[in-house]
């Protein structure tokens, strides 16, 4: 079993090469402290829809260093999607070991019992100009290698999807997840949520 802090020492031994339909090449490669500025330049270059679908604490320098600070410190793990020519960021896989109580209650009201033994919680984001290419269909295997690695055997949305994020939806149901329950956020959105148990 691989430890964050493993990750962490050596993230060269969890590199992927993604290759798009279109045939465009990328790398999948765990986040490292010397991605900040490449991080706040994918941030910023989201559109207000992405940011509404996936939303970070913020978009610029500040928030890319956090991301880059909390490696090995916490519970996450990031995995960024590269241009391997120029380095720029098309992509962040975010994967998490906590589930929160919230996650428990809404997940145990639909008869699933979640632990942190088995479950982790993945959120993926993609940049505009890569999204509906493939991408994160060819570069999920990899991510779910990387979730048994970590020792879990389960995926559960992170803050679940937004029920009018029917792309993410489409994505997430073609590579096998399935709808578990859903829920009205404080703003009185609806959100779904969706696990998928991995072979
Ligand atoms: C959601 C997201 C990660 C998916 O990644 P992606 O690389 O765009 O997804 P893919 O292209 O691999 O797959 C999307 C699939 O959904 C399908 N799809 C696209 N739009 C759809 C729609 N409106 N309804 C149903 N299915 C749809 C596509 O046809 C595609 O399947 P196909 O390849 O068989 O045609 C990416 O689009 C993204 O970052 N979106 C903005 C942020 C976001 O929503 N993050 C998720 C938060 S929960």
């Given at each position: 079993?691989?430890?964050?802090?493993?990750?962490?020492?050596?993230?060269?031994?969890?590199?992927?090469?993604?290759?798009?339909?279109?045939?465009?090449?990328?790398?999948l490669r765990?986040?490292?402290h010397?991605?900040?500025?490449?991080?706040?330049?994918?941030?910023?270059?989201?559109?207000?829809?992405?940011?509404?679908?996936?939303?970070?604490?913020?978009y610029?320098?500040?928030?890319?260093?956090?991301?880059?600070?909390a490696?090995?410190?916490?519970?996450?793990?990031?995995?960024?999607?590269q241009?391997p020519?120029?380095?720029?960021?098309?992509?962040l896989?975010?994967?998490?070991?906590?589930?929160?109580?919230?996650?428990?209650?809404?997940?145990?009201?639909?008869?699933?019992?979640?632990t942190e033994a088995?479950?982790?919680?993945f959120g993926p984001?993609?940049?505009?100009?890569?999204?509906?290419?493939?991408?994160?269909?060819?570069?999920?295997?990899?991510?779910?290698?990387?979730?048994?690695?970590?020792g879990?055997?389960?995926?559960i949305?992170?803050?679940?999807?937004?029920?009018d994020?029917?792309?993410?939806?489409?994505?997430?149901?073609?590579?096998?997840f399935?709808?578990v329950?859903?829920?009205?956020?404080q703003?009185?959105?609806?959100?779904?949520d969706?696990?998928?148990?991995?072979?």
């Amino acid at each position: 079993m691989l430890t964050l802090t493993q990750i962490a020492e050596e993230p060269h031994v969890l590199t992927y090469r993604v290759h798009l339909r279109d045939g465009a090449n990328l790398v999948l490669r765990p986040l490292t402290h010397a991605d900040a500025e490449s991080l706040a330049g994918f941030l910023g270059g989201l559109s207000s829809r992405s940011r509404r679908f996936s939303t970070f604490d913020g978009y610029d320098l500040a928030t890319a260093r956090q991301l880059c600070e909390a490696i090995a410190r916490y519970d996450k793990l990031r995995l960024v999607l590269q241009k391997p020519s120029s380095g720029v960021i098309v992509g962040l896989f975010e994967l998490s070991l906590a589930i929160t109580p919230e996650d428990m209650a809404r997940y145990r009201a639909a008869g699933v019992h979640l632990t942190e033994a088995t479950d982790c919680r993945f959120g993926p984001t993609l940049a505009d100009a890569y999204q509906n290419r493939g991408a994160a269909t060819r570069a999920f295997p990899f991510v779910a290698e990387v979730v048994r690695l970590l020792g879990r055997s389960r995926l559960i949305l992170w803050g679940g999807v937004l029920a009018d994020n029917t792309r993410a939806i489409g994505f997430y149901e073609k590579v096998g997840f399935r709808h578990v329950g859903s829920f009205t956020g404080q703003d009185g959105t609806r959100s779904l949520d969706m696990m998928l148990d991995l072979p």
